[in-house]
Nanobody
């Protein structure tokens, strides 16, 4: 079992930055692939970024490439999402997700554990 708790959301102006954190419980955090998803009002939840269990492979959605960076600190059981050059269309609830496997998937059905989400609002 893994429990996930996101933090770091808030209100920021367009062009600004935020760093989201996801703290995970459990002694086998190092074996989990981690990902960030987001859900804007009236839209389906979508993949934002993912990182393999080893940390050697990362993936980002086309909409955030060059602006968002995912990383993990296995010693701290934490995964991060650094978000730069934020746009109003990045406004959403951001969710952390975990899958007990080595590979990153963009489909949310592949992830077994989810956090409660943190709100990110980007004003124009």
């Amino acid at each position: 079992q893994v429990q996930l708790e996101e933090s770091g959301g808030g209100l920021v102006q367009a062009g600004g930055s935020l760093r989201l954190s996801c703290a995970a419980s459990g002694r086998t955090f190092w074996s989990y692939t981690m990902a960030w998803f987001r859900q804007a009002p009236g839209k389906e939840r979508e993949f934002v970024a993912g990182i393999s269990s080893s940390g050697s492979r990362t993936y980002q959605a086309d909409s955030v490439k060059g602006r968002f960076t995912i990383s993990r600190g296995n010693a701290k059981n934490t995964v991060y999402l650094q978000m730069n050059s934020l746009k109003p269309e990045d406004t959403a609830v951001y969710y952390c997700a975990a899958d007990n496997g080595p590979n990153v998937f963009a489909a949310e059905r592949e992830y077994d554990y989810w956090g409660q989400g943190t709100q990110v609002t980007v004003s124009s």
